[in-house]
């Protein structure tokens, strides 16, 4: 990846990687890969101070061309040694609304170098991609509560959630709401898990953990019977870190046959 993009930079192409050095286990390589691309001509924008991004995605934003952009939005990182036993999802798109918001969200990012957030600054106005900090946490309280209305209503309900982490309490409370008025809930949780499944407010919650050959590394978030309401491959867990203390993203899989397949490998985890 890093020689693709020094290619890229020798061949006239602009390119500017955001490189964050609040990676554990990987700041030292970090820094080493952020010299040796910075001596190639690239930009190197460096971290927010008190504010980890976590976010993996990528954007190839072509002008005049007649080519059109793309965005990557992905679940895990750009590293070859965690690809080879980490399972992970990636989106490679051209809609255009996730390449605008994807603009805002490297925006962001070059506008607050080397200087922290002012917790009280507007909040970019996104239109598909849920980011942390900006959207995330209350739009994902709004797909909860509309399942958990749906489901008041005499319809089918339903959620399916696969994460690494599970903490936030708003969110845990909004599934306990949703639990106790039918909605049929599925959790994959891989590590820490504050949920209490089995009780009179989560009977309608099944928890499990998957521990396999490969690990389990990538976050899903599904709405709705088949996911028909929404889909979303995402960087977060739903840990206070990631919720509050984090830039993450998540996009929506609108692709009707991407969305069949992926709920297809999460019915396939779920057995």
Known sequence: GVNSLIA???????????VELKARFDERNNLNMAERMKK?????????????????????????DGHQSVAYVSTGNFNEQTARVYTDHGLFTADADIIADLHQVF??????????????????????????????????HEMICRETEIAKAGGEGRIILKMNGLQYRPLINDLY???????????MVRGICCLVPGQSYSANIRLTRLVDDYLEHGRVWAFGPDGDRGVFITSSDWLNRNIKHRIEVAAPVINSALRQELMQIMHILLS
Do not use: W
Not at 40 to 63: E, T
Not at 125 to 135: A, D, G, H, I, Y
Not at 177 to 187: N, Q
């Open 8 to 18: 890229a930079a020798a061949g006239n192409k602009k390119v500017t990687v955001f």
């Open 40 to 64: 190639a001509g690239i930009r190197i924008i460096y971290s927010i101070p008190g504010l980890k991004v976590h976010a993996k995605v990528a954007l190839i934003a072509r002008n005049g």
């Open 107 to 140: 925006n962001f990012l070059e506008a607050h170098q080397g200087s922290a957030m002012d917790p009280d600054e507007p909040r970019p106005e996104l239109r598909k991609l849920l980011v942390s900090r900006f959207n995330m946490d209350e739009r994902l």
């Open 177 to 187: 709401e949703a639990s106790a008025a039918g909605v049929k809930i599925d959790l």
